[in-house]
Structures are given as C-alpha cells and as structure tokens.
C-alpha cells in the first residue's frame, strides 16, 4: 500500500483502526517528497521536523479518541501564499524570501485544530501572477505528467504536489483560476469556493474581492471534507460570509444525477477550444446525462468581457496590495544601508519584484490614476454587474453549469512565458466565475495524449453542496481521478 | 490699505482622533502616544503585516455619527471606505484606509460667534472616517547613529480618525479661529476627543484664498497642513493673507500648493507644488463591506447627544439670567457649566449670583493654585450654602470671600467655618452703637476735621470700625450710625 497516494476519507479509516499512524503517514509523504520533488519542484519549503511533530500530536489524539476530525493526522501542504507561524511565507517572490509571519491565517488555524499536519509551503506564481508556475521567483515546477510541461498556475505546487502524492490534500488559492486550472492540467480535483465562504485573513492578498481559499484533493469527497473544515465566518474577515456550513458529505452518496438540471453555457465551447479537450467534456456531459441529469444549452452573453474587467480589477487591487512590500519592516530591504527612502523603495521593490508583477503593478496604477479611473476601474466594475447577472439568469433554469477548465491541456513549459496576452487567454474559461461571485469545482475528465482534461461543475453561490454532488456522482461512476502519474 | 479691497476666504480641514478604547480597524489599544514605550500597541493589522485584514470599530462609527448628528450633518444610509494609495513610511500599508465617495456624513453647519459679537454659519461639506498614520521622528546627522535617520513609532497607526470638511465660509481669521474653537468645544461635550492639541489628537489645515471684494469666483487657494495649536492657525493664516496679498500686488498670481507652517521663522514654507500633487488612486476597499446606516441606530445613537454648548448657553442666559459673559465662561467647560447646576439647583433662587461667585472668586482660587475643577474640594452644596449665608446677612461680603479661600483649602462646610471662627456678620444695633461711640471718642481730631467738612472722614470712621469688628459689621447700619452720631455732635 502506498501510503502517500491514499485519499484523504481512506487514510481516515486506516488512522482511526489503528492500521497506520500520522506519524508513518507523513514520514511516508515526507520520503515521497525527497524522492520526487528534486525533479517536479512543488515545495519552497518543507518543515518536515515541525510536521512529524504534528503528526505525533496527531496520533496522540488519535488513541485518545478525541476530539476528531476527518482531517486529524492528515498531512498536507499549503500554496505559500497563506500566512504560518514561524514558517517563511514567499509568494514565491524575491521580496518575501525570508519573511517569516508571526501569525497563522483562519484557514491554517482551523486545520491545526482539526488536527491536520502541514508538511510545507508549495511554488505559485509569484504573488499569484500567473497560469503556468513559471512566475515563480525561485524555479518552474513541472507537470507531474510530463515533466517538460507546466503544472498550470498559480497553485502549480499543490496541483503537482496533490497529483504526484506529496500530501493528501493541498490548500490552494483562486483568484481567477488559479485552483481550477492547475488541478486540470495535474489531473486533481480542486474546487474554488463561492468568495466569501473561506475567510481570508492572513491569506496574503493578491486581488481582495475576488481571491477564494480552496482544497485540491483526489476527489470530490475530500475536497468537501477541506471544506468542511476551513469554511464558515471569521470575524477577523469582514467579507466573509455568516451563512451555516453544511454537512457537505451528507449530500453525496448517490450515484444518480435524476431530475438535476445542468446547463452547457454555449460561449464556453466556442473558438479556440482544443479539439481533444471539448470531445473529453462533452463525453462527460453525455455521461451526466446517463445518470439522470436533464441537459440543456445556456447562454451566459458578458462572457467573453470577462477576461477584460478581470484583469482590470485584479491590475488596480493588486497595485495596491502590493504597496506595503516597501522596505521598510519586513522582507527584502535594499540595500543594508545608507539611502533615503525613495532610493529604497526603488531599489527594494526594483530587485524585490520579478517582471510580470512589475507589468501588473503599472497597469493597475494607470487603470487607478485620476482621469482614467471612471473609464477602467468603474466600468469594469460596472461590466461585472452585468457578468453576475448572467449567472443568476442561467442558474434560474439550471443547477449547476458545465464547461472546460482550460481550453487546452498543460503547454510546454516556455511556450507562453513572452506572451502574457497568450498566457493571460489561457484563463478564459475561469476567470468568470471569480468576478461572477459564483462556485466552481474541477474534476478529471479524461485525458487528450496522456495529459488530463479537467471539466468545470460551476454553481451559484454557496452552491458548493450541488457541485460536489454532482463531482461525487460523476466521480462514483467514472475513474479518471483515481488515476496517477509516477505511480512505482 | 490694499488689504480692504480683498475678501479673505478660508476653509478649514479639521482631523480628530476617536476617543475609542482600541483602533479604528483591529483590538489594539488606542494609548497616549506621547507617553507609551513606542510600538507596544500593534498587531498585524495595524502594523500592515501581509494578509491581515480590518474590522470596523463601532464605536468609532457611532462617535462619527455623534459627530454628524452635532454639525447638523445628514448621515448617510449608506457609507463606504476607500483606500488612498500614497508611500510614506508611516502609511504601514502603502494606503490609507479613508472614505471618499460615501462619507458617514454630509452637509451640515454650524454657528460661530465672532469676537465683534456677530453670528457666522459655517457649512460643513462632510466628515468622513479614516485610519491615522503611524508617528515619524526625524533625527539629523551627527548623532549616535552618525547619518540622519528616522524612527517610526506604530502605537498611532490605525488610531480612528474623524476629519471635518467646511465649506470655504470663513471670511476672517477670526471667523477661522471661532470655528475651530466651536468645533472643539462641541467634540469635548460629545466625549470624542479631548481637544489636547499639544497631544496631536486635534489638528488643523487652513485653505486660505483671496479675491477681490464683490467678486464671487473664489481666487486659488494654498492650504497649510498641520497646523497644531490655534496660535500657529492664526499666525499662518494672517502670514499667508498677508504673502497673498503682497504676490497679487506685485502683479503675480498665487501658485496652488500645500503648505507647511514654520512655527519658530512665522512662515509657511512650500511642500508641494500643484504639479507634484499626489494622485491618491482612490477605490472602495475591497477588505470591508459598505455599512449600512438605519434610521433606528442614527436615532439610537441621537438619543446619546448631550447637550450642546449653543443650547446650553441660551439656557443659561434665558432660564437661570445669567448675564451673558458669565454664561459664556461657564458653557466653555462642560464640567464648569455641570457644577454651576448643581450648584444653581441646590440654592434654588436667582442662580445668577451663584454664576457670579463660581466664575469670580472660585474661579480666581483654582487658577491661583492650578486646581483642576475635578480636584476642587468645595461641594457645588456648599458654594450655594455659602451664598445663603451672604443673601440672610448672616456673614458679610468680604468675609465671605475668606470663608470660601478656606473652604477651598480645608473642603469644610461655610456654616462651620463662619461659626468657628466667629464670622458672624454683627447686625445688633446696639452693640454697633458701643462700638461707633468708642471709635468717635477714640478720635476727637478726626471728628473736629469732619465737622469742619471734611466729610470723606466718614468713610475712614467706616474703615475703623470694620477695624474694631474684623469685617463682621453690617455696612449699612454702621453709615447710618456714624452719621447720627456725627450730625449730634455737630448741633
């Protein structure tokens, strides 16, 4: 048995019969870590005496009997842009290479209480700044699939980490599909919460009205345990939501899909789709349907403004976002000495921040400035109004949307990396649901030349029941997600 | 004087911290920064860590609205926050959390009087909620450190901050100077601020233009930030009329900028030009939600408004008949304008007199021993027994004076004192008659010299028998004594 590959709900039952220890659970991701990251790079940091740690508290717990959770003695690994005690949190940038928080952000907190043992810090983009992982500060993480293509981006390290068995889950992060999108390329499921549903704080910001915290796992029915887990109001996060957290698990059992409503937004498979990618999915459409599912095509008509008004707001929040980086308390401070603070924050920030931050940073302070404001920020702000309602049109007809995650399979690792416009339209099919305020699970597919296809379950929002239902029964009937690469 | 053919206009920007027990957007204390140990007051919040989010004090809200309901202001049902992107080291986020599109409140006024007696209304555009900066202290070269340097205290980052827009009302300096004062007096009586300004906690900036009088364009304005006292309001704004008028004579026109004041040159210095100005890239922040505003918490929070000092005051004047400089001093301090109620309601007659002993003599005792009025041991009950005393004849005027300076060094009460040391005003005609006899026959020069017409010895005859009675003689009743006896003799 392979400990390392189980899912979250079997290594449960193996840690609560006393089959297997936390302790020989995470030994075991922690030797698969040593064996494979050298050559797929998902970890910037790995705290492998502080998760053992953990783990023997873990399993203290677990011959206690309690309090337990679904998470306690798991190990897992979390994107490096969620704030740890006494663990370097990098954004994979330059300018946080050594900042060490002092506090543990909601979702981190809420994971040591369920007893959940972090085992590291996993590669992104820089700052979120990406779709491929090539953003980031430090080094590419590869496709653990095919090591010369991306894993997707920004939460390449935990797709690739989720995928090739380096913890049983991951925490990952979503801002425009940063958690769909890599878990399509490595083959895992991974889910984007409504906004709102996963409090934020001490999650570092990259565009603050539309980053959402989320699992990627194996299947749907870990990812509703995550859920489970790090949901719910957070005092401390003024935006998120008070709604009651459901037994998510609860709704999952079946196999059949009768009398669900699912909807096939039209502009999702138009132009420039992967031949490959759309048979995969519109095969998996006809399988929904033989479980019961009612069919039928929608039109969501804003879609395609949907890449614009998102980089527009992400450009102007993340220039913002990006002001306290400066030198002054903590981070990258350039040089040691002996400059004024204009020279430094030049300089602090000039060597600090690598180029697509820097591009992204001069974009949203143009898009902000004064005269430009009302015919960028406002309108795009204006033009999201009319994206929701699509959403809330489509979803009085249906329960849940299905679409491609990306148009295509993971590309080369280079093959984009000088043409951000490219690289940017490799989002198309996700970015809507960040400014459309809805949820969105991707699930494995199928695979087009040996590399996964993911297929979006899209939701309204606090839908996240229905779409892991739907993910459930989709996964209960098909088996594209027990599939792994660099299996021995 | 060419100064009479300018209109004066000023508006003024007044920034005053919240008196809440913790910041504006995390649990952090709000303490005295010019006493606490620098930076034991912050958390990730406030000190700008990396994901760390705000919270919206209520109560910092609730003062706001205080604020609003006070200038006459509507509070807007709908109020937002935005963030204002500038650097500067003591901006810990490289933003100010602020609002600007749907500030708490908008269009309000108030009166001020003006020192010729006049009543000015004054516009208030709005007030709107922020977060305060950190604290910069700024050391030159040569020291411990060799270079110049800067060290930054966090304990005020995130401190809530209200700041008072006017209208540009003002056409005086005077008018400036009132405003302020008014504003001051009326955030005291709220209990939002203390008004210390050589605390930082009350801070001005004055838009000061000019244009021609009886033209109605309003001419460009500088504006001169940090103005911490009323003294260097004044000064810079007189200083800056003064250079206005002075560039536009000369035939040039006044460049727009912000302005500094250089208390120890008296001159404002140049800090930005209008080229250089920040573009702050205002947009909602995306951290907190609007707040919604209902009817039922604006009249929960109304029915928490004190007293304010104008209503106060025609009180004062219309139902007690105060005169009105005693009125005036008194609606000054909240706490004064409480004793002399207190002191008004225990007397129960014509409290004028009270007003007259507490603004006079006792005000006269604190200021001689720097007593705060929280510190003073005479009982608001005693001054009014003490002025019973001197209504029922009972002790004299002027031993009055002396029972209250004990009563004020000892805290006992008047009656025990009058008795004690035998104060009692001496009114039997009988015995001031002895009295007056032995005082004429003790002085046989005198009374030739009077009855020779100089009559003024009447009063020295006066003089001596308080002499004989250490003050407690009944004035009248001596006078008419000593003229008896003095005309007798003259038949």
């Known amino acids: ?488 | 004087m060419a100064e009479t053919e300018y209109e004066i206009v000023i508006g003024m920007e007044i920034h005053a911290e919240l008196r809440t027990a913790s910041k504006m957007f995390c649990g952090c204390p709000v303490v005295d920064t010019t006493v606490a140990e620098p930076n034991t007051a912050v958390c990730p919040v406030c000190g700008g860590l990396p994901g760390a989010m705000p919270v919206v004090n209520k109560l910092a809200v609730e003062q706001a609205m205080l604020v609003g309901l006070a200038l006459n202001c509507q509070i807007n049902a709908s109020t937002s926050f935005a963030r204002k992107n500038y650097f500067y080291p003591d901006l810990p986020k490289g933003y100010q959390i602020s609002q600007y599109d749907d500030p708490i409140a908008t269009n309000g006024w108030i009166d001020v009087q003006t020192e010729d007696g006049g009543n000015v209304r004054i516009g208030i555009r709005r007030a709107h909620m922020e977060e305060d900066t950190a604290k910069s202290f700024h050391y030159s070269a040569g020291g411990a450190r060799g270079g110049a340097y800067t060290l930054i205290d966090f304990n005020r980052s995130g401190v809530p901050l209200l700041e008072i827009v006017s209208e540009p009302d003002m056409h005086s300096v005077a008018a400036a100077y009132a405003y302020g004062t008014k504003i001051r007096e009326i955030l005291r009586y709220l209990g939002v601020n203390s008004g210390d300004m050589e605390k930082g906690v009350l801070r001005f900036e004055a838009n000061v233009s000019i244009r021609p009088r009886g033209t109605e364009a309003l001419g460009t304005r500088t504006e001169i930030k940090n103005l911490n006292s009323f003294r260097a309001l004044v000064r810079a704004s007189e200083y800056e009329i003064a250079r206005q008028i002075e560039v536009v004579e000369a035939g040039g026109t006044v460049v727009q900028e912000t302005l500094g004041w250089d208390e120890a040159r008296g001159v404002t210095v140049s800090q930005r030009s209008k080229e250089h100005a920040h573009d702050y890239r205002y947009f909602p922040e995306p951290d907190l939600p609007p707040l919604t505003i209902d009817g039922a918490w604006i009249e929960e929070v109304r029915q928490a408004l004190p007293e304010l000092p104008d209503a106060k005051y025609a009180r004062f004047v219309g139902v007690y008949g105060l005169v009105e400089n005693d009125a005036r001093i008194l609606v000054e301090d909240q706490a004064l304008a409480s004793y002399f109620e207190a002191a008004a309601r225990s007397y129960g007659g014509n409290a004028a007199s009270v007003s007259k002993w507490i603004v006079g003599e006792l005000a006269y005792l604190m200021n001689r021993d720097g007593v705060a009025l929280e510190a003073v041991r005479v009982t608001p009950e005693s001054i009014a027994s003490l002025v019973k005393l001197v209504d029922a004849g009972t002790v004299s005027l002027s031993s009055a004076k002396d029972v209250l300076a004990t009563m004020f060094e000892t805290g006992r009460a008047p009656e025990v004192i009058v008795k004690d040391n035998g104060l009692v005003q001496i009114s039997d005609e009988e015995a001031l008659s002895q009295i007056a006899d032995q005082v004429l026959s003790d002085h046989p020069d005198e009374v030739v010299a009077f009855l020779g017409g100089r009559e003024s010895l009447l009063q020295w005859f006066m003089g001596q028998v308080m002499r004989a009675t250490r003050g407690r003689a009944q004035p009248q009743t001596v006078l008419g004594l000593l003229r008896g006896k003095l005309e007798a003799r003259r038949r």
């Open chain 1, 1 to 488: 048995m392979d400990l390392h590959a189980l899912t979250i709900r079997k290594a449960s039952a193996l840690l609560r019969s006393g089959e297997i220890t936390s302790v020989a659970l995470t030994q075991a991701v922690l030797d698969r870590i040593a064996a494979v990251d050298p050559a797929i790079k998902a970890y910037v940091t790995v705290c492998e005496d502080a998760a053992l740690q953990e783990a023997t508290a873990a399993d203290a717990r677990l011959q206690r009997g309690g309090p337990l959770t679904p998470l306690t003695g798991i190990p897992y690994g979390v994107k490096d842009c969620l704030s740890t005690t006494g663990v370097r949190t990098t954004c994979s940038s330059r300018i946080l290479e050594n900042y060490v928080p002092r506090y543990d952000a909601t979702v981190i907190s809420r994971l040591r209480e369920a007893g959940a043992v972090l085992v590291g810090k996993q590669n992104m983009d820089e700052f979120g700044m990406g779709s491929s992982c090539e953003n980031s500060a430090f080094f590419a993480t590869r496709n653990p699939w095919a090591f010369d293509r991306v894993p997707g981006g920004s939460s390449g390290g935990s797709a690739a980490a989720v995928a090739s068995g380096m913890g049983l889950f991951a925490l990952g992060e979503d801002t425009g599909g940063s958690i769909r999108m890599p878990a399509s390329f490595c083959g895992v499921t991974g889910l984007k919460p409504t906004y709102g549903r996963v409090p934020r704080y001490g999650l570092l910001a990259l565009v603050s009205s539309f980053d959402s915290i989320g699992p990627l796992t194996h299947d749907a029915w870990d990812a509703a345990l995550v859920l489970g887990a790090i949901a719910g109001r957070d005092p401390r996060d003024s935006t998120s939501v008070g709604v009651p957290v459901p037994g998510y698990t609860s709704t999952m059992t079946g196999e059949r899909l009768d009398g669900v409503r699912l909807g096939v937004p039209i502009e999702y498979f138009a132009k420039g789709i992967d031949p490959a990618v759309e048979c995969a999915v519109r095969t998996a459409i006809t399988h929904l349907e033989a479980l019961g599912a009612e069919v039928r095509e929608v039109s969501l008509p804003h879609t395609e403004h949907a890449i614009s008004i998102y980089y527009l707001i992400l450009t102007a929040e993340a220039s913002s976002n990006l002001a306290r980086f400066d030198g002054v308390r903590f981070g990258l401070s350039e040089p040691p000495e002996g400059v004024d603070i204009v020279e430094r924050y030049l300089k602090t920030r000039g060597k600090g921040f690598g180029p697509e931050v820097k591009r992204r940073i001069m974009l949203g302070t143009f898009a902000l400035s004064a005269g430009y404001y009302d015919a960028y920020y406002l309108r795009a702000q204006r033009v999201r109004t009319l994206l929701r309602q699509d959403f809330a049109h489509a979803f009085e007809v249906v329960d849940a949307l299905i679409a491609p995650v990306s148009p295509t399979c993971a590309f080369k690792i280079g093959e984009k990396v000088d043409d951000p416009l490219q690289m940017y339209l490799s989002d198309i099919h996700v970015v809507a649901a960040n400014p459309g305020g809805v949820c969105s699970l991707a699930v494995p597919c199928g695979f087009a030349e040996g590399l996964p296809v993911g297929m979006q379950i899209i939701g309204p929002p606090m839908g996240e029941a229905g779409v892991l239902s739907v993910g459930a029964a989709y996964q209960a009937t098909t088996d594209w997600h027990t599939r792994r690469p660099m299996a021995e």
